[in-house]
């Protein structure tokens, strides 16, 4: 947010340095085209969380896209309304999506463990613990978590609704010092740039209030539950 007509300025570089954990969540906007899932992208991602691991830092990734890989396995155009046919849905295209990870993260070397979880899990103290504990456990193995909620057995009370909010829960539940949230639009804008060419960037926000919260409204997702506003809710 603009202070006096001067943008506070804060690298990247300059919120990694004191980081030793961190979790990054990458949604189905970037993971995926309309032929499926981008492995171009997702080798990216890789190769970039593996330079983070060389420099000694623990990274967990929260990754959505098992629907939409489910989608174009079977060939369906958009992502269906009811919950027994988005779990179908992602029961197909997880398996796809995890076997996508470990042949990216095997040219390093890479081991990976897909962890699904559900609100449920996550507010309920003894699964709560069960969790924190494998998750540390991973950790401390060298192994990179990947994270989804699990939709193939979630039901609408309990569901995330979208892994924004997973994410800032795996924030919290891992004590990491850093949630790093990839999109498909590069930051956060007063509009949705793909729609408006006068669209201004905000580099820093400092506060959340109904006018950040009306900016982040107008820019939706599309093949995920999210968008922006849900990104800054989390």
């Known amino acids: 947010m603009e202070k006096k007509g001067r943008e506070k300025r804060i690298s990247r570089l300059d919120l990694l340095r004191p980081v030793k954990r961190v979790v990054v969540k990458v949604g189905s906007g970037v993971l995926t085209t309309s032929h499926g899932l981008n492995k171009r992208v997702i080798n990216d991602l890789t190769d970039d969380v593996c330079a983070l691991k060389k420099k000694g830092v623990e990274v967990i990734l929260v990754s959505s896209g098992a629907i939409a890989s489910g989608l174009k396995k079977i060939g369906m155009a958009k992502r269906p ?19 996508v990870y470990e042949k990216a993260f095997g040219r390093h070397g890479q ?12 507010h309920h103290r003894r699964r709560y613990l069960n969790a924190r504990n494998t998750l540390f456990t991973l950790l401390s193995w060298k192994i990179v978590p990947i994270i989804n909620e699990n939709d193939t057995v979630v039901v609408d009370e309990i569901k995330f609704g979208d892994n924004d909010n997973l994410s800032a829960m795996v924030t919290n539940l891992t004590e990491s010092q850093l ?5 498909d639009i ?49």
């Not at 046919?85 to 992602?90: F, L, P, S």
């Not at 081991?111 to 996550?122: K, N, P, S």
Request: no cysteine; aromatic share 4%.
């Open 81 to 99: 309304e009811s919950i027994s046919h988005q779990q179908a849905v992602a029961a197909i295209g997880q398996s796809t999506l995890m076997m």
């Open 111 to 122: 081991r990976v463990a897909q962890v699904l979880i559900t609100r449920d899990d996550l």
């Open 179 to 183: 949630l790093i949230n990839l999109t």
């Open 186 to 234: 590069d930051g956060f804008f007063n509009k949705d740039p793909r729609i408006h060419k006068d669209a201004r960037p905000i580099s820093v926000v400092e506060k959340v209030n109904k006018e950040i919260m009306r900016y982040a409204s107008s820019i939706p997702g599309f093949l995920g539950t999210g968008g922006m506003a849900a990104k800054i809710r989390a």
